[in-house]
């Protein structure tokens, strides 16, 4: 089960970054401001990993540690969304490359929940790195 669930996450993040790309690569298009997402898809997960490094085992995920990682990953994940928003209201970029950009976030952000949650960093051969 561990391989084919790593193989289906796979392919959706692959498909949600080729969502994303298409929102920057169309000819129509051809801007690459909603690409910026993806430094957001790279920071998303970061706090939430540090926190269970740092968490102890009286604590639990009330800890104030294991909050204030939620509540930094939620800011990202927000601001990955509205930062393809606020471009098309600027007139920066098209609406359609928005929502391509939002879909993408969409199934790329359910990817990375995925992997959280099918792929417990405690329980998996992935928690080496």
């Not at 490094?53 to 800011?75: K, P």
């Not at 359910?110 to 405690?122: E, S």
Request: negative net charge; proline residues 4%; charged residues 10%.
């Amino acid at each position: 089960m561990d391989t084919i669930g790593l193989v289906s996450l796979a392919f959706a993040g692959s498909i949600g970054m080729t969502f994303v790309i298409l929102a920057c690569a169309l000819p129509q298009y051809k801007l690459w401001w909603p690409f910026f997402v993806v430094l957001f898809y790279i920071l998303c997960p970061i706090p939430t990993m540090i926190a269970r490094r740092h968490t102890d085992g009286a604590g639990g995920s009330n800890s104030a540690c294991m909050e204030t990682a939620v509540f930094i990953t939620m800011g990202f994940l927000v601001s990955s969304f509205a930062l393809p928003i606020v471009l098309a209201r600027a007139g920066v970029i098209f609406w359609g490359a928005c929502y391509l950009t939002l879909a993408g976030n969409v199934i790329v952000y359910l990817t990375i929940l995925g992997f959280f949650t099918i792929f417990d960093m405690d329980d998996s051969d992935y928690a080496m790195w």
